[in-house]
T-cell receptor, first 114, second 113 residues
Framework: DAGITQSPRHKVTETGTPVTLRCHQT?????MYWYRQDPGHGLRLIHY???????DKGEVSDGYSVSRSKTEDFLLTLESATSSQTSVYFC?????????????FGPGTRLTVL | KNQVEQSPQSLIILEGKNCTLQ??????????LRWYKQDTGRGPVSLTI?????NTKSNGRYTATLDADTKQSSLHITASQLSDSASYIC????????????FGKGTTLSVSS
């Protein structure tokens, strides 16, 4: 998985609780992304980062926040989890934001919100 | 609306047979088209990336084709193996919004012995 780890790999939580997912890379890639994957949908971009402390919203950013204080770590936070946020979350990295650049995906985190 | 449609939704073939997966897109402006393989419980892994000027690209037993005029792509798998059982995702890159990638829902391929 191209030097990308995600933690935790599985999490069950209750509605209304805060949740933080972590993505860690050892490739020193500048760009990092958070996607969610749901049945009946293609992967959808939540947020992405183009450098330390530089982030931007994706297609489905409502209810999520991110932070990137170090090149290697990108955190996704659900401030108050809802059942609609039950999903599989993937982190991805790329050397640059150019569309020709390859995106490498992590192993995913399965989140269940009860 | 930018969309990527894949067909069939699922497919079952016997080991050793060939198969072709289809992808139609309505993304504009078009930058590139990728095919990813996603094994169950894992993240997607890139198979090929093609730009507007490329109409064929191979990666081992995987061959992708692109017809930018008709906005269609196909992924041909030759001499299938059990390990080819996975979801295959077509992804179109668009310059419309910086890093925008539009993902199809995938075709689930099952190879049986």
């Amino acid at each position: 998985d191209a030097g990308i780890t995600q933690s935790p790999r599985h999490k069950v939580t209750e509605t209304g609780t805060p949740v933080t997912l972590r993505c860690h890379q050892t490739e020193n890639h500048r760009y990092m992304y958070w996607y969610r994957q749901d049945p009946g949908h293609g992967l959808r971009l939540i947020h992405y980062s183009y450098g330390v402390k530089d982030t931007d919203k994706g297609e489905v950013s409502d209810g999520y926040s991110v932070s990137r204080s170090k090149t290697e770590d990108f955190l996704l936070t659900l401030e108050s989890a809802t059942s609609s946020q039950t999903s599989v979350y993937f982190c991805a990295i790329s050397e640059s934001g150019r569309l020709g650049n390859e995106q490498f995906f992590g192993p995913g985190t399965r989140l269940t919100v009860l | 609306k930018n969309q990527v449609e894949q067909s069939p939704q699922s497919l079952i073939i016997l080991e050793g047979k060939n198969c072709t997966l289809q992808c139609n897109y309505t993304v504009s402006p078009f930058s590139n088209l990728r095919w990813y393989k996603q094994d169950t419980g894992r993240g997607p892994v890139s198979l090929t990336i093609m730009t507007f000027s490329e109409n064929t690209k191979s990666n081992g037993r995987y061959t992708a084709t692109l017809d930018a005029d008709t906005k269609q792509s196909s992924l041909h798998i030759t001499a299938s193996q059990l390990s080819d059982s996975a979801s295959y995702i077509c992804v179109v890159g668009s310059e419309q919004a910086g890093t925008a990638l539009i993902f199809g829902k995938g075709t689930t391929l099952s190879v049986s012995s």
